[in-house]
């Protein structure tokens, strides 16, 4: 069964840049037919879809993010990873990786952007 | 704005059978698996249901999943006290080459 464990600074700065590392158990990152996703809720509200990567590195991100957002993978660790660049407090949320496609997530990572 | 549209509440009492519907379009609910989600607030999305109508292992059979064209369901059936949670549902849209939530029906077991 895969697992997935979120991993990152629980408190950013606004205008800085958020790095968030998703590690994968249980599966060969570089082998799932399925993308490898990300996915926020900020406090309160629903859940908003970020990115998606293919294991062979294809890249879906959300149009209203997509500016400043990039994932990537790590084969040699088995991970994936969120980068957000430029946050302001509108990016406080739980942020979750996931295999959507095979209704996997992580138990999510708490951020706060605060000075 | 969720481009796949779910009523923001519903309600029942226990014993009942509730049904929570997800709108969506043919880019998304029209041509991809729907799947629907259980939040449990402070805690992880848990899968109820994926491909439209299937139950991951250890999911009670008084949840249900259908579709018909570019809409979906969610049914409750044999309602418990602890069914009361936020539910999600989620497809792939082809259009956006992403993945669409809708914005969640908060189920309250009166």
């Known amino acids: 069964q895969v697992q997935l464990q979120e991993s990152g600074p629980g408190l950013v700065k606004p205008s800085e840049t958020l790095s968030l590392t998703c590690t994968v158990f249980?599966?060969?990152?570089?082998?799932?037919?399925?993308?490898w996703d990300w996915v926020r809720q900020s406090p309160g509200k629903g859940l908003e879809w970020i990115a998606s990567?293919?294991?062979?590195?294809?890249?879906y991100y959300s149009p209203s993010l997509k500016s400043g957002v990039t994932i990537s993978l790590d084969t040699s660790k088995n991970q994936f990873s969120l980068r957000l660049t430029s946050v302001t407090a509108a990016d406080t949320a739980v942020y979750y990786c996931?295999?959507?496609?095979?209704?996997?997530w992580g138990q999510g990572t708490m951020v706060t952007v605060s000075s | 704005q969720s481009v796949l549209t779910q009523p923001p509440s519903a309600s029942g009492t226990p014993g009942q059978r509730v049904t929570i519907s997800c709108s969506g379009s043919?880019?998304?609910?029209?041509?991809?698996?729907v799947y629907w989600y259980q939040q449990v607030p402070g805690t992880a999305p848990k899968l109820l249901i994926y491909?439209?109508?299937q139950r991951p292992s250890g999911v009670p059979d008084r949840f249900s999943g259908s579709k018909s064209g570019t809409s979906a369901s969610l049914a409750i059936s044999g309602l418990r006290s602890e069914d009361g949670a936020d539910y999600y549902c989620?497809?792939?849209?082809?259009?956006?080459?992403?993945?669409?939530f809708g914005g969640g029906t908060k189920l309250t077991v009166l």
């Open positions: 989620a497809a792939w849209d082809d259009s956006l080459s992403g993945w669409l």
């Open positions: 249980g599966d060969s990152i570089s082998s799932n037919i399925y993308n």
């Open positions: 043919t880019s998304n609910i029209g041509s991809n698996n």
């Open positions: 491909d439209d109508n």
């Open positions: 996931a295999l959507l496609a095979g209704g996997i």
């Open positions: 990567m293919s294991h062979s590195g294809g890249t």
